[in-house]
C-alpha cells in the first residue's frame, strides 16, 4: 500500500486543558499540521495561537474553506457524539478524548456513521502506550503469570473545588457522566485491556466530599470476576485531601506477583515472579498523548485502522454502564 507522507492536518475541537495538550503536540510534529481551533471561550487563546485559525462554534469551522483531516474532539464529555457525528459527515476523520461517549447507544452511533463515511474514529487510550503497561499485557497474553487469583486496582484521587468550580461542566450528570467516565475510564480501560471481559459486577457508590458540587457519587468499591475465574476489586476516590494519592493494579498470581501504578500506568512498582526479568524503560522520555498522536499520524499515512477496536472501546462503555446500573448512592 502506498503510503501517504504529507502532514495530517488537525483541527482541536475544545482548547480547555487537554485540548491545549493535544494542540502542543501536534505543533511540534513534523507530521502534523494545527490547522484550527474551535471553542466558545476566547480566553482560552494562548499567545502564540494568534496565527491559527480560531473559531467559537464547531459549524462556523465547518462552513469555512479550512481543510483539514481530523478533529480532536475535547469538549466536555455529554458533547462528544454530537461534534464527533458532526466532523465524520463533514468527511473527517475523529480523535476521541475519554470517554468516547457516555452511552455505549451514543458510541454505536459514532461507529455507524464512520461506517458510512469511511472514516476511522480514534479512541484517546493513551494508557495503552506506556512501556510497562505493554511489557505487562504481553506477560499476561503470553500466561507467563499462570493462572491469576485476584485483581486490585486503586484509584486514590484528589478533586475539589479548585476543580469543580462554579459553571464548570464537571460536576454535572448530563455533560460529566460521573468520576467512572470523567476520571478513571482509563483504568477500566486497563482492566479489560490486561484481563478480557468482567462479571459478576457488584457496585457500591458514596459521595464523602462532594455534595455541593457534583450530582454523582465521588467514591466507590466494585467488584467483579475475571474471564478466567479470577476474583478483582476496585477501589476509587476522589475525595483524597488536597492532592492524588495514586493509581495501580495489583495483579496476584499463580507464577508471580506484579504491582504497576502511576497516574499514567508507566511504573513498575513491583515485581516477585518466577523467570520473568524487569522491562527496559529507561529510555522512556515521551509521554503515552505523545505516543498516541504520532501512532494516529502513522496509521492515516499508512491507510490503517485504529489500533484500538470498536468492539473494545463499546466494552469499556458498557463495563462503565454495568458499573453503574442498578446502583443508589449512599449518602455519608
Known amino acids: 500500500m502506498k503510503q501517504n507522507t504529507l502532514p495530517i492536518n488537525f483541527a482541536v475541537i475544545g482548547y480547555g486543558h487537554i485540548g491545549k495538550k493535544h494542540a502542543d503536540i501536534l505543533n511540534n510534529y513534523p507530521e502534523s499540521n494545527l490547522a484550527a481551533i474551535v471553542d466558545p471561550n476566547t480566553d482560552q487563546l494562548l499567545p502564540d495561537d494568534s496565527v491559527i485559525p480560531f473559531f467559537s462554534a464547531l459549524d462556523d469551522l465547518l462552513d469555512s474553506n479550512i481543510e483539514f483531516d481530523v478533529a480532536v474532539i475535547a469538549t466536555p464529555n455529554g458533547l462528544h457524539a454530537e461534534h464527533a457525528i458532526k466532523c465524520l ?8 478524548e475519554k470517554p468516547v461517549a457516555l452511552s455505549t447507544s451514543d458510541a454505536e452511533k459514532i461507529f455507524e456513521i464512520a461506517r458510512l463515511n469511511k472514516r476511522e474514529v480514534f479512541s484517546v487510550f493513551q494508557n495503552r502506550y506506556a512501556p510497562v503497561s505493554i511489557w505487562l499485557k504481553d506477560i499476561l497474553a503470553k500466561q507467563k503469570l499462570g493462572k491469576i487469583f485476584m485483581v486490585q486496582l486503586n ?28 476520571q478513571f475510564s482509563h483504568y477500566i480501560d486497563a482492566l479489560y485491556w490486561f484481563f478480557g471481559e468482567i462479571n459478576e459486577i457488584k457496585s457500591e457508590f458514596f459521595n464523602f466530599n462532594h455534595h455541593t458540587t457534583t450530582e454523582f457519587e465521588d467514591s466507590g468499591i466494585v467488584t467483579f470476576n475475571l474471564e478466567n475465574g479470577g476474583k478483582g476489586s476496585f477501589h476509587f476516590t476522589t475525595a483524597v485531601y488536597d492532592k492524588n494519592l495514586e493509581s495501580n493494579i495489583t495483579v496476584i498470581a499463580e507464577s508471580g506477583t506484579i504491582k504497576i501504578g502511576g497516574q499514567y500506568m508507566d511504573s513498575l512498582l513491583e515485581m ?56 443508589a448512592l449512599s449518602k455519608v
Not at 473545588?161 to 460536576?171: I, L
Not at 522491562?279 to 498523548?289: A, G, L, R
Request: proline share 2%; glycine share 8%; with cysteine.
Open 155 to 182: 484509584c486514590f484521587w484528589n478533586r475539589d473545588d479548585r476543580y469543580y468550580s462554579a459553571g464548570s461542566w464537571h460536576g454535572s450528570k448530563e455533560m460529566d457522566g460521573g468520576t467512572l467516565f470523567t
Open 89 to 96: 459527515n463533514r468527511g473527517k476523520h475523529v480523535v476521541i
Open 272 to 327: 516477585h515472579a518466577e523467570g520473568l526479568m524487569k522491562p527496559e524503560v529507561k529510555d522512556y522520555i515521551t509521554t503515552n498523548h505523545q505516543n498516541f498522536l504520532y501512532d494516529v499520524i502513522l496509521r492515516l499515512q499508512q491507510g490503517k485502522k485504529s489500533a484500538v477496536s470498536q468492539q473494545e472501546v463499546l466494552m469499556v462503555i458498557d463495563i462503565i454502564e454495568r458499573m453503574y446500573q442498578p446502583v
